[in-house]
């Protein structure tokens, strides 16, 4: 079974200062898609930026962007220029490359941004 | 286009009561997935829904139970509720099933408190 494990259960950063969320991930697989979710005090989760794994360079969507260490089994989360808005709980989550399949989660960290 | 919508947004019930959550499906999807977030945790997926058939479960008892109906919305059921069932319970639809990435968009939840 995939095991998705977010060691940070909190983090803080100041206002247009860069921070970096880690996350680790255990599977057998060789193709599956990595995620970054957002979920702020709405609840709504929203999809931040996500990675296949056969793509060897680092996903990036505006101010975020991953650090994808397939061998190592690492996917971080690197969040510049730190706004207000990023002021959330973040989910790394996994999936299989096989279409339809459940993403499993990690635990969650909390991020405060700091004015 | 209007995005995945859940109801009720809040509800109480009591031990051993039934509950049926409802989720509307972002148009064009045809794929629900259903998960459970406690408290402080991430999601845990409870069980997807592909054309009105159950398309994969995780490790739930048969008290949770789901359905589809033909414009692909969907309803998750709990019998003989417990404690432990108290959570925050996400929708999620995407486009359907293919070798290709179908995004999973989510609804905003609907909190189920148990006492």
């Known amino acids: 079974a995939q095991t998705v494990t977010q060691s940070q259960p909190e983090m803080s950063v100041q206002e247009a200062e860069t921070v970096t969320l880690s996350c680790t991930y255990d599977?057998?697989?060789?193709?599956?898609?990595l995620f970054w979710y957002k979920q702020p005090p709405s609840r709504q989760m929203i999809l931040v930026i996500r990675?296949?794994?056969?793509?060897?360079q680092n996903a990036t969507e505006n101010r975020f962007s991953v650090n994808f260490q397939k061998a190592a089994k690492s996917f971080s989360l690197k969040i510049s220029d730190s706004q207000l808005g990023d002021a959330a709980m973040y989910f790394c989550?996994?999936?299989?490359?096989?279409?339809?399949?459940?993403?499993?989660f990690g635990e969650g960290t909390q991020l405060t941004v700091n004015p | 286009e209007t995005g995945v919508t859940q109801s009720p947004t809040h509800l109480i019930k009591t031990r051993g009561q039934q509950v049926t959550l409802r989720c509307s499906s972002q148009?064009?999807?045809?794929?629900v997935s259903w998960y459970q977030q406690a408290l402080g945790q991430g999601p845990q997926f409870i069980f997807q829904?592909?054309?009105?058939?159950?398309?994969g479960r995780g490790n739930f008892p048969p008290r949770f139970s789901g359905l589809q109906f033909p414009n692909y919305s969907s309803e998750l059921n709990v019998n003989a509720l417990e404690l432990d069932d108290s959570a925050l319970y996400l929708c999620?639809?995407?486009?359907?099933?293919?070798?290709?990435?179908?995004?999973?968009?989510f609804g905003p939840g609907t909190r189920l408190t148990v006492l």
């Open positions: 989550a996994y999936r299989r490359y096989t279409s339809g399949s459940r993403l499993t």
């Open positions: 829904y592909y054309r009105e058939e159950e398309n």
């Open positions: 599977t057998s697989e060789s193709d599956y898609y």
């Open positions: 148009s064009g999807h045809n794929t």
């Open positions: 990675q296949e794994a056969y793509k060897q």
């Open positions: 999620a639809s995407s486009p359907g099933r293919g070798s290709s990435y179908n995004e999973q968009f």
